[in-house]
């Protein structure tokens, strides 16, 4: 079982999607009652704060992960949180700096 888990395409999946869902647990948790998800992700981008939000999301979500594959002994799982916490910092990089 742990050799179907330890691999890099599931990695990488889990960490492109760990951050989207912690996002959306954020809403559900704290702002569901005040507005719809749209309102709410329209106000992260009228405060502009986008950018924070995600990067909390993808370093605080991916980071659990991260160190479970890496206490567990599942590097190559491990190496695909990581390679997705990268190119979500890409991301953070360029909507943040224009680059």
Do not use: C, H, W
Not at 50 to 72: D, Q, S
Not at 74 to 87: D, N, Q, Y
């Amino acid at each position: 079982m742990k050799s179907r888990i330890n691999n890099m395409p599931l990695g990488t999946i889990l960490g492109i999607l760990v951050p989207i869902l912690s996002i959306y647990i954020a809403y559900l948790v704290k702002f569901q009652a005040e507005m719809s998800i749209n309102d709410f992700l329209d106000s992260l981008l009228v405060y502009n704060i986008y950018t924070k939000v995600m990067a909390l999301a993808v370093y605080f979500g991916n980071i659990v992960f991260f160190f479970l594959f890496i206490k567990t002994d599942m590097l190559k799982a491990a190496r695909g949180v990581l390679l997705a916490t990268i190119l979500y910092s890409l991301v953070i990089a360029v909507f943040r700096f224009g680059i």
